[in-house]
């Protein structure tokens, strides 16, 4: 199975299933999430439909009522009079969302079904013949967005392992009938078989070179580990990168669609600091992120587990940002990222009015707001994080001899200089750094 969307298959209809753990606000939501999934994509929502049910387990996910109806909405294409269920669910308990009723769609109008929950192999397969049109289930389009997104080495190896584990289990048997024999094939192997072994080999191999990718990165951070290091956490679309660019002057990609940023970039804080303080961006969350997606992303995340301040970005002018940032809160604990320093980060302030800024800041009085638009609170941001590097400094007095005063300019280029003093014999500097740093200062002094 091939999840890769074609060109002309661009009109979704979304689903929502409702069950009692999941309907009302947060449904609608989530519903309201997936809309803009799908047009990270490239879809075009022609409608949504809801219907609730016991739970989303049932092998036949729809009813046969809102099957009908939606297999009038993609044009009759399946073979929905094939399916048959025991009892035909009632009126009431098919509900459309307000926003787009069906009655205004017009037939065939759709030609994808994106259900907003996941589903089994069997109940894609079986939604997927009673309609004849592409079915995705939300983890299909999540992983269909991040696979187009991927754009380093490391982030397309584990975006792809994500996605071959996601289709191993999808894959069908090619039409050619099941003990058809091919080129390649081991004996007595079917089709599917030999395409499962192929997917089998390609993952070991994907995993293989991900080991070897991931180890340099290790070594990358263990040169950096002696810096201060700053991480931005935070809900797709939150302005984590839009952040990252205002506090490091930096290039990096913010864009107003999902799941912009796959991989972690670190960049210097700007205006630049002695010693440098770093600054990494990661990848975003979202509900229901896929779990062979959250363990993918261990090593991208692993710039989060040594940051010595966590900032959480939050889209404060996002209704549900509360529910999004417990989301992250949960998937930093499932990725074992321990809570190191951390500050709240109400961003967007710029769309919220006064009075919505104050009754925030009762809320979280320990949080920042910030607009990445504003500089003055970029500039604000700047400092907070300079004040939590400086604290974790140490300040030493060192004495220079005349005779070897060339080293000052190596200190200032590594360290902050807070006094100097400048004595008959020798020059005393107040030098603020980290351990490592002063201990290698002093290593050098002795040979002088
Ligand atoms: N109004 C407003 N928009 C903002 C602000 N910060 C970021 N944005 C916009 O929000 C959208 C998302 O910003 P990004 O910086 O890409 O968000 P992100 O958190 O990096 O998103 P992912 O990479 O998907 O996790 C972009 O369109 C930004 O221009 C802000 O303070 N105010
Ligand atoms: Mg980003």
Request: aromatic letters at 4%; one cysteine or more.
């Amino acid at each position: 199975m091939q999840l890769t969307a074609k060109a002309s298959l661009n009109h979704a209809l979304l689903i929502s299933i409702c069950t009692p753990d999941f309907k009302g606000d947060e449904a609608t939501e989530s519903l309201a999430e997936l809309a803009r999934l799908v047009t990270t994509l490239g879809f075009k929502v022609v409608g949504t439909q809801s219907q609730k049910q016991s739970s989303t387990k049932r092998v036949n996910v729809l009813g046969l009522g809102k099957l009908a109806e939606i297999a009038h909405l993609t044009g009759n294409k399946g073979q929905v009079e094939d399916f048959e269920e025991a009892e035909e669910l009632s009126s009431n308990e098919l509900i459309e969302l307000a926003e787009i009723p069906s009655d205004n769609l017009p037939f065939g109008c759709a030609d994808v079904v994106v259900f907003d929950c996941d589903l089994s192999p069997s109940q894609l397969r079986n939604v997927e013949n009673q309609l004849g049109v592409e079915v995705f289930d939300r983890t299909g389009i999540i992983i269909e967005i991040f696979s187009r997104h991927a754009r380093t080495k490391t982030a397309r190896l584990q975006v792809e392992i994500a996605r071959l584990n996601y289709v191993a289990p999808r894959l069908r048997e090619s039409s050619c009938g099941d003990k058809e024999r091919q080129m390649g094939k081991g004996a007595g192997e079917t089709t599917l078989e030999l395409n499962r072994r192929k997917v089998r080999d390609q993952l070991a191999e994907l995993k293989r070179e991900l080991v070897s990718v991931q180890n340099e990165m290790k070594g990358r951070r263990t040169q950096r580990s002696e810096l201060f290091c700053v991480a931005l956490v935070g809900y797709t679309n939150a302005g984590k990168s839009s952040m990252m660019r205002a506090i490091t002057g930096s290039d990096v990609e913010g864009e107003n669609k999902l799941f912009a940023t796959l991989d972690t970039t670190v960049r210097a804080l700007f205006p630049i600091t002695q010693p440098r303080i770093l600054v990494s961006d990661t990848v975003g969350f979202i509900k229901k992120l896929p779990h062979d997606l959250v363990a993918s992303f261990h090593s991208t995340l692993a710039e989060a587990h040594d940051a010595s301040l966590l900032l959480y970005v939050v889209d404060a002018s996002d209704p549900s940002f509360r529910s999004q940032l417990a989301v992250v809160h949960e998937v930093l604990a499932e990725v074992g990222v321990e809570d190191s320093k951390k500050l709240l980060v109400l961003n967007k302030s710029d769309q919220l009015a006064p009075e919505q800024q104050q009754a925030l800041m009762a809320e979280f009085p320990d949080a920042m707001m910030t607009s990445t638009r504003n500089p003055a609170d970029v500039s604000k941001l700047h400092q907070y994080i300079v004040g939590v590097a400086q604290n974790e400094m140490i300040e030493e007095e060192v004495i220079i001899p005349y005779t070897a005063k060339g080293i000052i300019g190596e200190i200032r280029s590594s360290m902050s200089v807070t006094k100097e003093d400048y004595e008959y014999s020798h020059i005393k500097l107040t030098v603020r750094s980290n351990a490592i740093e002063l201990a290698r200062l002093k290593k050098r002094m002795l040979s002088i």
